[in-house]
């Protein structure tokens, strides 16, 4: 497999190339800024981009996708309730196949309705739902800390060692595991479903 981290963008977003180095198929996940850059890399390590997969539908992750489309016929896959422009729609536990990689597609709202997590093997894209140190934003239209409660406890069922990738460079590295987070990420403390929807709603 061929995996790559890119750092994109104004906002401190991460893009990501998932190559499979047989079929030489790829996807690009996030790809909203510096598409050239992208799409030079993809060249370069010999892929040809067949998606683009979106963790969820906000403007700083989805801005490239009519673009890296037209360049490549790249079909973008989403969430089925994401409102953008899509020629695969996914639920949670559908397989989205990259030439012999298994990608796995969890349903993780909270920051939004529409976020999905990605997981393969040994790694997870968590987009905007968890940060290294932290989780995703609940106080934006079409939010919900109680969703975010429970979709943050579905990723802690995976085990410690799972390889975690944000959808932004907020933490003090790049990446981390979950064994990493659920020791030291102050979000993910044992709080009741209530007691961490007043924590997401104090300043």
């Known amino acids: 497999m061929i995996f790559k981290q890119v750092p994109v963008g104004t906002f401190q977003n991460f893009s990501y190339i998932i190559g499979d180095e047989d079929t030489k198929t790829a996807a690009l996940v996030d790809p909203a800024w510096e598409v050239d850059r992208l799409l030079q890399m993809c060249s370069q390590l010999g892929l040809k981009v067949s998606y683009v997969i979106n963790t969820h539908s906000h403007h700083d992750h989805v801005g490239g996708n009519d673009e890296v489309s037209r360049r490549t016929g790249a079909k973008v896959i989403a969430h089925t309730s994401s409102p953008v422009r ?6 949670d536990g559908d397989t989205i196949k990259i030439g ?3 990608v796995m597609v969890i349903h993780t709202p909270g920051h939004c309705n529409d976020h999905i997590c990605l997981l393969f093997e040994g ?9 290294v140190g932290e989780c995703g934003r609940t106080d934006l239209a079409g939010s919900s800390p109680g969703d975010m409660f429970e979709s943050l406890n579905k990723l802690l069922k995976l085990q410690d060692d799972v390889e975690v990738y944000p ?14 987070e659920r020791k030291n990420n102050y979000t993910l403390k044992k709080r009741t479903r209530e007691e961490f929807i007043q924590f997401m709603k104090e300043p």
């Open 167 to 180: 959808g932004h460079d907020y933490g003090a590295k790049k990446s981390s595991t979950i064994g990493y």
């Open 100 to 102: 012999g990689i298994n």
């Open 123 to 131: 790694k997870i894209l968590t987009g905007d739902t968890l940060f």
């Open 86 to 91: 899509k020629d695969i729609e996914v639920k």
